[in-house]
């Protein structure tokens, strides 16, 4: 059965009845969505923190001043390309002119439209999340999205691609699950051509040398800028909640303002004090966090912890690898942005994936952190065996970890409470003992 | 405060005087009050006396206890009743929990279940209802089972529906208990292995009470285990001694 969608669209899997009730959840969706940043920001004022984080927590609302440039940017012919993953290529897009959002949804609400589709099935609630948040409408920058970018590093995000063609243009990015091989290299090296062709097409621009240049070098003092605000982490300035919301604001924030605050706030950072110098020292790695999906961080530091360093898509990872360019011709230039996103990557859709526990051990190491937190999303199979992996290698290290499940819901706080509150007093009690 | 059974131990002299256990309510104050009082009463001490401490998920509730959390609980409770096991099983009514515990006593690593009821005391519980036996009597239904059936799925779910299977098959109840111990063995056995403890091992938690599911595990683990009189008080005696200082 196929109805017709918003623009022309034909709808192949979700019909007009499923959409207008979507639709219709609109406005809890983002009233829901409001109250949860705001409760949130709430709570990580009442602490001690640098004030540089005002300009962040200005950009932490979804639908609020950001969205509003945006609408404005595109009503003046502005672009702007909606993409899915850590993989879809920032440069890339920002060459052609176009702002790039990461749509990656941290929405409990906006579960419930793509719950219509989908069923209960035990999905990634990250990706029933951002399926809803399109189904309904609510996200007001989405809506501006001339295609939606989506790479594929696992079953969930593959699938979301192929549904979402019912509402909106999207462009799937194939991505290898064996990185470490010439074969692995070439193959994501073909999608990166295969973007800028699909962009020059939508565009009606040729990619220019000059262009990619340019964009490299704007992200490369973002990146630059992030990896020294990650060394600064180290001394405990800033809690590890404040830290992950200044990654994510660079989801869909315009990307120099971003350097430059980031920047400003590492100024601050050089000369501040340890915001909880007792506090149980956690490295949070596993399934992406995605603002305002604050569970697992808040609970983190609400009980005796603080996120020292992580080692999340939507946290270190986002800006942490440069653009290491051999070359400044056009191919040099695409191979330096396609190996900066396979390479270093360590999201758990790739095979043999050790670089993921060194990382882990090593950043642990450094940062003298003194147990890990793996978050699972219900559902994240690929996060939930390397998991497992993880807590072997540790635990041969003599490194205690915690893998805690949890979905888009309020229902399961308290038994991850719980389960968060005795690993940290384990923790102390290790350092009590040993100290 | 356990997610089903609120358990009291009045602990004195070094010695472990009276144990109790109510259901747990959403309000547990006054209940977990009457019984101290009972046990208090038939300590022959006068109501309302000595210090409490309150363990487990609702230990907010009761007012005026001083608190503790599960895990140090469990690692002062067993280090009262045998100061040499070295981890400790605790095998609940909504989750499954380690604890390892270094010689000296202190927590070293502990793992559980994730959000999962498989293997738990609510899991047996109503497979117990399933099969129409009272759940205080699934460890001994099983004595007499020649050949435990073979459960293949770990889902309270599906679980279910393949015991109400296997009745309609006219399998013998103590054949499909003896199956539902095992498996719940083998899932703990695992986590066990992962463990890699090679000292004392000991039981805790109403499931301990099971005496299938420890023949199970200590079938499966090919050692014996440490079985405590009353596995299900050791986190409220951990909490009990709590009071008295570090021992």
Redesign the interface.
Known sequence: MTGSGKGGRVLRYMNAEMLESARAARGRIQEAAREQVQGHLAAMRANDRPRAMAYFDGMADPFGKRAEELGRFRASGGRVVGTLCYFAPAEIFAAFGAVPVRFCSGLYEAVHPANDLLGDAGLCPLVKSTLGLKMSGASPVLELCDLVVVPTPCDAKLKLGEILQDTVEVHLMNLPAVKGTEEGRASWMNEIKGLVRRLEGLYGVRLMPRMLRKAIATYQRAQAAWRRFSALRRKGGIWGRDALLVAQVSFHDDIARWTENVNRLCDELEGRPPVAPEAARIMLGGSPVIWPNWKVPLLIEESGGIIIADELCSGSRTMYDPVVVGEWTMEGMLVAVAERYLVPCTCPSFSPNLDREENMLRRMREFGAEGAVFH?L?GCHLNSLDATKA??VL?RE?L?ML?????YDEG?L??VR??I???I??IR??R??SG | MGALWTKIALVGDGKVLATGSVRSTMRPAGPARELADVLLGKAGLPPGGGRMAATG?GRKNIPGASQL????AFSRGARFLHPAARLIVDLGGQGVRLIEL?S?G???????N??CSTGTGCFLDIMAAALGVDPAHMGTASQNAREPAVINTSCTVFAESEVVTLVAKKRPKEEIVAGLNEMVAKKVVAMIN?A?TKGDVLLAGGVAMNAGVVAAIERALGRKVVLPPEPNMVGAVGAAVSLGGSR
């Open positions: 699972v219900r807590n072997v635990r003599r205690p893998k805690v499940e949890s979905e399961d308290e038994q719980t389960r509150e005795a690993f007093e384990m009690a290790r009590e003992q | 998920v959390t599960d895990l140090m270094e000296d202190t927590m070293s690593n502990f793992t559980t994730e959000k992962l890699g």
